[in-house]
């Protein structure tokens, strides 16, 4: 089969290789769909913990082909999305619903086992995966399904764990506007009363952002931005906060504008910082009652609840189509900023 694959650091190619057999709880999936993220850029140029010779494609959608010994309640020809957290289910975190904080593979900071980062990935014409990552997803479009696992799945998460705070009146601000962004806007519109507002760099990032529900957009390169969302929140500051980007630049922004007993969530890894302060000893001084949290992934019932929202036609997708064969050039055109939606490999395509 046809698979997309690390070579080495800074090379990534189509290689042939042979089609994988599902052993004891795995199930071979017909790839249908797998998403293009800048992740895998990343991974390209820094593959970090990616060993050479490992299957890209954390994003994965596909039909059942062969079900594994032990496997149950899953046959052949059915459509499913693969979460990306293949968590060991016998952990406390994992009990308690929290599989993408699983415990159980390793050390403290470890994350779980993930297809195309720490294990083969999907943009192959096949894929083995835990059969206990599998979403069913009907007859919703595989490509749409497959970028939920990731760039629905991230913003459900924070979102849901912002829900309490974003009461009626509130307002709810989301930094950065990529594909995670974009959903993010959506989901706090569908999942919460709270009036949002998005910043970005990009004229065209803030357009889409209107287009998909944000209430006000506002260009955070302005001199006065932190004023312009100050008097947006009319003076209270925002209850919840996403910031896609992470850099020291946006986390500033964040505290600088968040409500006291808000919530910022920084899910982008840009590599920023902000230093964190008991009293009020410089300018950087949080409000009273601020939690910071470094969400990673969503929980399974999180990707079956994003799963769920787009079947029922409550989320919007933004989607290119690339060959399998055409994976090099969507990570190039990725990396290069000249994609608007999210790049989805159809492999036969
Ligand atoms: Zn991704
Ligand atoms: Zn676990």
């Known amino acids: 089969m046809k698979a997309v694959r690390l070579k080495q650091k800074g090379l990534v190619a189509v290689d042939d290789i042979a089609t994988p057999v599902p052993g004891e709880g795995e199930v071979l999936l017909r790839v249908l769909a797998a998403g293009v993220c800048r992740t895998d850029c990343h991974i390209r140029a820094h593959p970090f913990a990616t060993p050479d010779g ?6 994965i959608a596909g039909e059942i082909a062969v079900v594994g010994p032990g496997v149950i309640g899953w046959q052949v020809g059915e459509r499913a999305v693969v979460h990306p957290c293949w968590a060991c289910h016998a952990c406390p975190q994992c009990y308690a619903g929290r599989e993408n904080y699983c415990q159980g593979h390793g050390a403290q900071r470890v994350p779980p086992p993930t297809p195309g980062v720490t294990r083969n990935g999907g ?4 894929a083995v995966v835990p ?10 479009d595989p490509a749409f399904a497959a970028v939920l696992a990731d760039a629905g799945l991230a913003p459900y998460h924070s ?4 829900r309490e705070r974003l009461s009626p009146g509130s307002c709810a601000l989301v930094i950065g506007l990529g594909g995670l962004g974009q959903y993010a806007v959506q989901l706090l519109k569908v999942m919460t009363p709270a009036t949002v507002v998005a910043v970005d760099i990009s004229d065209a990032a803030l357009a889409t952002a209107r287009a998909v529900g944000a209430d006000f957009t506002f260009r955070a390169d302005g001199d006065d931005i932190v004023d312009q969302l100050r008097e947006q929140s009319r003076g209270a500051g925002f209850a919840g906060i996403i910031d896609f980007v992470g850099s020291s630049q ?6 600088s504008v968040v409500a006291p007993f808000g919530a910022i969530q920084a899910v982008g890894l840009s590599g920023g910082d902000i230093p964190f302060e ?11 009652g601020v939690s910071l949290m470094k969400p990673y992934s969503g929980s399974y019932r999180d990707l079956a609840d994003v799963i769920a929202l787009a079947r029922a036609g409550r989320l919007q997708a933004n989607i290119e189509l690339f060959p399998l064969d055409q994976a090099v050039a969507a990570l190039d055109r990725l990396e290069s900023g000249g994609m608007s939606g999210r790049a989805v490999l159809i492999p036969g395509m």
């Not at 490992?54 to 994003?59: A, D, M, N, Q």
């Not at 008991?278 to 009273?288: F, Q």
């Open 123 to 126: 943009m192959a014409e096949y």
């Open 250 to 255: 946006t986390l500033r922004l964040a505290t």
């Open 159 to 162: 979102v849901r764990l912002l």
């Open 54 to 59: 490992t299957t890209l494609g954390h994003e």
């Open 278 to 288: 008991a009293a009020d000893i410089s300018s950087i001084g949080l409000p009273w």
């Open 131 to 140: 059969a206990s990552s599998l979403v069913s997803i009907g007859d919703l």
